[in-house]
């Protein structure tokens, strides 16, 4: 279809079929929303910093004779120094999230950009930033049970509330469940020791490997996350191409 | 007392196909681009001025052109005016078609 040339100030009240214009209406929006889409990569960068912090929780070598097996908190980096976490580990997070939300909203600009419809990212950088301040604070003040705090996976639940934020911004269904299945997959993993469940499925560690028996907690969200992205990536990729 | 019927929900600047695809794009994202409305609109430039100089001199819409490099670019935001008109326009479209498939479904068969 050629484009149209009419006049602006056609169009009375009764010029289009109502149900005509809320088709149009329909059809605008959800191909806005299409072109706007581009969560794959917020999803695929937190995936991999996830999977990239796996190196702070590897249990430590025991220093004595004493083999430390499973889960403790001394063991695994909480967020907050109070916690006795790795002032490594701590560092790695509060970097790898400021770094990650700050190329989101760069990937978000540029993204924008190109297809001509931005999105406003702000408040995804805000609320990583807020609830990197409160996961931060909260556990200095006791706020949080023990229980969500001991295994130091309390940073995931900082990239799920940026997640549903994005969703919200980014008006999709899709990423709301995204971040629903990550943030109850954080849960389970800053609640649960996933090593049980891998137990179950034959893996029995033996000599060293039980240094690693924490790392089904970490790779668990960060596959979630990685799984999502890839799927993300294919399906934006496909609907660009058809249209 | 009687309802309003909903055509008196419809306002002459935003009853317009074009127009009013401009407020669904423009809602659905931070700003969007001139050349973006253009083709999903299947609008010609100068069409495209006219509609958004309505909006814009109805105040549901701010227009802004700005340079990405040296290539000219013109942005489309829509204002709290804007989205509160766009939403009482699909109402009153959707409370015509809802009255209109009542009236259809009531008619007498035969």
Redesign the interface.
Known sequence: ????????G????Q??A??T??G??KR??G???S??HAYWLPLVLFGLVIGGSAPFYVVPAPSGQTVVIGVSGATFPGFSPLLGGQPAGIVYWLLAIGAGLYLTSVWYRRH??R??????ARGFVIAGIIAGALLLVLPAVQFLPEDLVVRGTLPFLIVAAALWVLAHAE?STALAVIAAVFTATSLLASLYNVENVVFRLGWIPTGNEWRLTTLPNIFLPALVLLASGAGAYVAQRRKRVAA | MMAAHP?RG?D?TV???????IL??TS??????F????D?????P??LS??L??LEEAGLVQVWKGY?GRRPRT?VKITAEGRAALTAE?AA??E??RR?NGMSSAKPIG
């Open positions: 279809m050629s484009p149209t040339d009419t006049t602006p056609e169009g009375s009240p010029a289009e109502p149900a214009m809320l149009e209406v605008l929006r191909e806005a929303r072109t706007r924008g950009r297809v001509g419809l931005t999105t406003p008006r | 055509t419809l002459e009853h317009q196909r074009h127009r009013l695809g669904t794009i659905e994202a931070d700003s969007a681009d050349g973006y409305l253009r999903a609109l299947e609008l010609t100068g069409n006219r509609h100089t309505v990405e942005w699909v479209l959707t015509l078609v209109h």
